[in-house]
């Protein structure tokens, strides 16, 4: 079981890969403004379960800011009590039941924030990770976390209004999404 999202301190890399040593700085696969070389990314524990999901899973996540308008709201977020939502495409669904993913847990000494909405800390130097803990059951996982996960044919509209709207959210691997 990986930490509750109450952790805030805490850094974490998700990947598909067991047994990393070492996470060296590499070129960044999204553009960012005050990104000028290779980085190692981490995610913040409030928002790891953006990335408790097979890594090239497109999906959509959101969930309300301070300036949120309750017609935003109400309209993406419905009458849920979850915190967040995570709407990913249906063909999705056995890949997520069958992967395996190890969360590593890193040192913050050496990271610095450079989106506090998507929660990513980037280091330029290398990194040894503090721990690996695999994560066998992604849905459990993420239904423990405050989550709702959303299954959808297409995530295209979705990413769109979501994008139009003033929730905080995130479009990760929409490159992947079914067109």
């Known amino acids: 079981m990986l930490p509750r999202p109450n952790h805030i301190h805490r850094l974490f890399h998700i990947s598909e890969n067991p047994g990393i040593g070492i996470f060296e ?3 960044s696969p999204s553009h960012f403004d005050n990104i000028t070389g290779d980085v190692v990314f981490a995610i913040s524990n409030s928002l790891l379960h953006n990335y408790l999901l097979p890594r090239d899973c497109p ?3 959101y969930y309300p800011a301070e300036n949120t308008t309750a017609d935003d709201k109400q309209r993406f977020m419905g009458n849920t009590t979850a915190g967040h939502i995570i709407a990913v495409e249906s063909g999705w669904y056995q890949r997520i039941k069958q992967t395996t993913l190890y969360c590593y847990e890193l040192p913050v000494d050496d990271f610095v924030l450079i989106d506090a909405c ?3 800390y980037v280091s330029c130097k290398p990194v040894l990770p503090i721990a690996e803990t695999p994560v066998h059951d992604m ?3 993420l239904l423990n ?3 709702e996960l959303r299954f959808m044919p297409s995530l295209g509209e979705l990413a769109t209004a979501i994008a139009a709207s003033s929730l905080n959210f995130s479009l990760i691997r929409m490159r992947n999404a079914t067109k």
């Open 25 to 27: 700085p590499r070129v």
């Open 145 to 147: 976390r405050n989550i």
């Open 118 to 120: 998507a929660g990513y």
């Open 59 to 61: 999906r959509v996540t």
């Open 139 to 141: 849905m459990a996982e």
